[in-house]
């Protein structure tokens, strides 16, 4: 039996119609409830609800939808896939893409992580949105810079840059798949990023035990080599860190970089 479009997205109503003309004529694909309102008035939720039935629109989270493009095919909502970055920058202001999420769009990690990682100033549970995990990383106003804009799918998306993704993962290594994760990507971009830049941002970020993983990463990889001087004109805190902020509070103290080494790095074995 050939199936049509019918079978999926049934006939529309005239305020029905008019929502999703409307939304489209403006280029708003992604929209809210109050969105709607704006458009066809206080009935929205009920026009939103049949909309979502006959697979014209997907509910991201309660009170924002995207409407499905025409040329998804016959199942419409069914088989409407959009890209994490897309979906993340609509579910918090301010926001920007970064931590693990950033470390692999970057190519600097080969692990693709379970969640997307998103910076915020608020405070947001996770969320589940078509099946996949949207975790919200809160972040003071003093470490909220480091961004640039890229496209994907015809939308600007804002993420950490290429340094600030790394310090944003040293100060907060549980957020990046752990030290041995962010250590790795260190050394395989270390001719991509900017050591410089990156203890820049730790200082302006307040938290030196960045500064502290970030030379303890390059000294055990052999990578200190021309950085000593950068790392000379810094006074790091008094006070030992944790080197991982996932792995059991044990282990060795090191006195130069005044960190516990409770997670150890092996970069010998990173080729492998």
Not at 87 to 93: R, Y
Not at 195 to 222: V, W
Request: one cysteine or more; a positive charge.
């Amino acid at each position: 039996m050939t199936l049509s479009t019918e079978k999926y997205k049934k006939g529309l109503g005239k305020k029905e119609s008019f929502l999703i003309s409307s939304l489209s004529r403006d280029d708003k694909l992604i929209f809210t409830t109050e969105d709607a309102k704006a458009i066809i008035g206080e009935n929205a939720k009920n026009t939103i609800y049949h909309l979502v039935k006959k697979k014209w629109i997907l509910q991201l989270k309660k009170g924002l939808y995207i409407v499905v493009p025409l040329d998804i095919g016959v199942k419409g909502a069914d088989s409407f896939i959009m890209h994490n970055f897309v979906i993340a920058s609509k579910l918090v202001e301010p926001y920007y893409i970064g931590y693990w999420s950033a470390l692999n769009h970057y190519g600097f990690s080969d692990q693709i992580p379970q969640a997307t990682f998103i910076a915020t100033t608020k405070t947001k549970k996770s969320l589940e949105v078509l099946d996949t995990s949207y975790v919200f990383v809160h972040t003071s106003k003093s470490k909220f810079f480091g961004t640039t804009e890229i496209e994907i799918e015809g939308e600007t998306v804002t993420i950490s840059d290429r340094n600030k993704t790394i310090a944003d993962c040293l100060d907060h290594p549980e957020h990046a798949g752990g030290i041995d994760e962010i250590a790795r990507a260190i050394y395989f971009s270390i001719e991509e990023i900017d050591i410089k830049k990156i203890i820049k941002y730790a200082l302006k970020m307040g938290n030196l035990t960045i500064i502290k993983r970030l030379g303890y990463i390059l000294e055990k990889s052999g990578l200190m080599n021309g950085f000593e001087p950068l790392f000379e004109k810094v006074k790091l805190s008094k006070g030992y860190g944790l080197f991982d902020t996932i792995s059991p509070k044990k282990g060795q103290y090191n006195k130069k970089w005044l960190l516990r080494i409770n997670r150890d790095i092996k970069p010998e074995g990173w080729m492998y």
